[in-house]
């Protein structure tokens, strides 16, 4: 799950960050609402999290615009301001959530998850692909009963294999949901560990990793 923190106070970003960052997610800052369209531009996000007070605009002028262009990804606001009308307000511009500062990174971290599944439309929290199961909202797998013993980032790319089972998914895709921005130190490459490692731990389960030359990965019923 890849997330955007817009937010201009540094400290609470990175503190903020490190948590989705904890939690198994992949997480970009933006301090300005110009900022953030930079990164939308270039790049999806799986949820938003949006600070209302912005020193360029509001961040509610930033959600009616995404929203006027028909972006949907799933918006939730951080606000410092406790009038029920300045969150009916947001709400009603199409943010799907809110949370009031200060609040428990904890329940920042449930709530973006709980905006990801409702927006992906999953109708049960496991996904099964032979003797795999992963469940997203316990981040686990188990194979044949067992539990995997996976990596966060492990972790993360099998999700990202497993939600789009029948498609090739590039090098360059699967990078973008491993590594955040901020991480440019790591190269395309780091795909390839990952997949090696991966591939180890599925190995004689009857699900492998299909390498498909000059174009991406795909995981495959070995039986």
Not at 45 to 60: E, H, K, M
Not at 88 to 104: R, W
Not at 124 to 132: H, K, M, N, Q, R
Request: glycine share 6%; with cysteine.
């Amino acid at each position: 799950m890849r997330v955007l923190v817009v937010e201009d106070a540094p400290d609470m970003a990175e503190a903020v960050a490190t948590r989705l960052r904890q939690a198994g997610m992949v997480c970009d800052i933006a301090e300005t609402a110009d900022a953030a369209e930079d990164f939308l531009a270039v790049q999806r996000y799986d949820a938003i999290a949006l600070d209302i007070n912005l020193p360029d605009r509001s961040g509610t002028e930033l959600l009616a615009d995404l929203r006027r262009r028909g972006e949907r990804v799933p918006v939730l606001m951080l606000t410092a301001a406790f009038s029920v009308e300045t969150r009916v307000s947001a709400l009603d511009l199409g943010a799907d959530d809110y949370l009031v500062k200060p609040f428990d990174h904890r329940e920042l971290v449930a709530r973006l998850r709980a905006l990801h599944r409702r927006d992906a439309d999953v109708k049960s929290d496991e996904i099964a692909f032979g003797a795999l199961v992963f469940n997203p909202a316990a981040r686990e797998a188990r194979l044949a009963g067992r539990t995997l013993d996976l990596t966060r980032r492990e972790l993360a790319l099998l999700g990202l294999l497993i939600r789009h089972t029948g498609h090739v998914m590039s090098k360059e895709r699967l990078y973008e949901g491993l590594y955040s921005f901020a991480e440019t130190d790591v190269g395309l490459n780091a795909v390839e560990l990952y997949i090696a490692r991966l591939r180890k731990k599925l190995a004689g389960s009857g699900v492998g990793i299909e390498t498909q030359r000059g174009l991406g990965y795909r995981l495959v019923r070995d039986d």
